[in-house]
């Protein structure tokens, strides 16, 4: 009668260093798999944190409004617009949901924080004595920015598109057009340059140019 022959120790070692290779190699193609996803999804936010920023600062500059929010004590000249590169003030309505109803005096900046550029925004309600004093601290839009300016441009004496400016003179007139040039620091994250146009422009500049009308 033949006994059945069993298996030797070196035999089982082997099937076992196997079977240990094989689940090693799942659980790294398991983690592998894992941080691929989650890589994707980190980049997925970025890019809509980069589309709602723009369309909040499109839908923002649109709106402008030719509302002043301060004088110069010596001529009574009213500001409505500022932009000086690195700063973009304005005067338009906030989306309900965000504050309370009438026109917000507007401030998007650009500092320098610990990873770069960031932009943030700060608005206050706009009264008749005046922009009261914020309802929280500046937010921040958008952070690790390796380089970002703010440009306006309108039209020159003879009717034609003017140049590409970062600091705005007219500040008692809305320009026609508005830009944020932006450059993150991640080149994965991409920024296509915001142009927008304020609806309320050329009401401004034709009030600038016949006071008699305001």
Not at 28 to 43: C, D, L, S, V
Not at 151 to 158: G, K, S
């Amino acid at each position: 009668m033949t006994r059945a022959r069993g298996f030797s120790l070196v035999e089982v070692m082997l099937a076992t260093v196997l079977l240990a290779t094989g689940i090693g190699l799942a659980f790294a193609t398991f983690a592998n798999a894992t941080q691929a996803t989650e890589r994707a999804e980190a980049m997925a936010q970025r890019q809509e944190r980069l589309r709602a920023v723009q369309a909040f600062l499109r839908r923002q500059v649109e709106g402008t409004l030719p509302l002043p929010y301060e004088f110069v004590d010596a001529t009574g000249e009213a500001t409505v617009f500022e932009c000086d590169g690195r700063v973009l003030r304005l005067v338009s309505t906030m989306p309900g949901y965000l504050s309370r109803g009438g026109p917000q005096l507007q401030t998007f900046e650009l500092v320098r924080g610990e990873s770069g550029l960031r932009l943030q925004f700060t608005h206050q309600l706009l009264t008749p004595d005046g922009a009261l004093d914020p309802e929280r601290e500046p937010e921040v839009l958008l952070d690790g920015i390796a380089e970002a300016r703010f440009e306006v441009r309108t039209l020159d004496d003879d009717g034609e598109p003017g140049p590409w400016v970062d600091d705005w003179p007219n500040s008692d007139q809305i320009p026609r057009l508005v830009r944020l040039k932006l450059r993150m620091r991640d080149p994965r994250s991409q920024w296509p340059d915001l142009v927008a146009a304020p609806r309320l422009a050329q009401a401004s500049l034709a009030s600038s140019r016949n006071p008699e009308r305001l």
